[in-house]
């Protein structure tokens, strides 16, 4: 567990922008938080500072509480893999939390955090494009869109929802999910965070299914 922060390092997360996670203060609170892996500074100027996944979750705690483990500090409320915040790709055996409040706001704090990632690593400073570290994280990054969209996971039991499984292909995912009209409204949902879908047969099962990839202009 990464240890709580100061009192002044706790008033500085507290101040923070509530969307994009950017942090003011002085130079020795933010390598502070940036050690603890609360915080990241941006390798691009003007080099400002924004809280990790686990920063947004000490903010969003009581004050107090126990900070919750540091992920790998790359990008701002994203999907991680350190047990701080995971978007749901589906069939999961366990469900990184339920379909309720917390939920809701996390999964919306990680796709804002994702967007202001796309404008500050953009040339043009773009937020309708998938930037470069949702091309490294393919599943990662369609799961995040497609559930905040509000599209349905699927269980560990399968059924009902989608699922969004990695292919030999170069920068594609693949989607399924049972119901027709719930693959197409995933489609959609892929399509409006700026990926390139595509429904394609399964030749064996005849099954419906997605191929997305992120789209480049």
């Known amino acids: 567990m990464a240890p709580s922060p100061t009192a002044a390092q706790r008033r500085v997360i507290d ?34 500072h924004f809280l990790t996944p686990a920063g947004h979750r000490i ?18 409320a994203a999907p991680a893999s350190g047990g701080v915040f995971a ?7 366990t469900v990184p939390g339920e379909a309720g409040p917390a939920r809701l706001r ?3 704090g990680a796709w804002q955090g994702l967007l202001e990632l796309r404008r500050m690593t953009h040339s043009d400073g773009s937020r309708d494009r998938p930037c470069a570290w949702e091309r490294t994280h393919l599943v990662q990054a369609a799961a995040l869109a497609l559930e905040a969209a509000g599209r349905r996971p699927a269980g560990p039991d399968g059924g ?43 030749p064996r099962t005849r099954e419906r299914y997605l191929l997305a990839s992120p789209r480049k202009v």
Request: negative net charge; aromatic residues 2%.
């Open 59 to 76: 903010r969003e705690a009581p004050a107090g509480s126990a900070a919750a483990p540091a992920p790998e500090p790359t990008a701002p």
């Open 160 to 202: 009902a929802g989608y699922r969004v499984r990695a292919t030999p292909q170069p920068e594609a995912v693949a989607v399924h999910e049972p119901d027709g009209a719930a693959l197409r409204d995933c489609a959609t949902a892929l399509e409006e965070a700026g990926w390139q879908v595509g429904e394609h047969t399964e």
């Open 15 to 48: 101040a923070a922008d509530p969307v994009t996670g950017r942090l003011r203060g002085t130079r020795t609170q933010l390598e502070a938080l940036v050690r603890r892996g609360l915080a990241f500074r941006h390798p691009r100027p003007p080099h400002d």
């Open 87 to 93: 978007a749901r790709v589906g069939g999961e055996d």
């Open 106 to 108: 996390e999964v919306r």
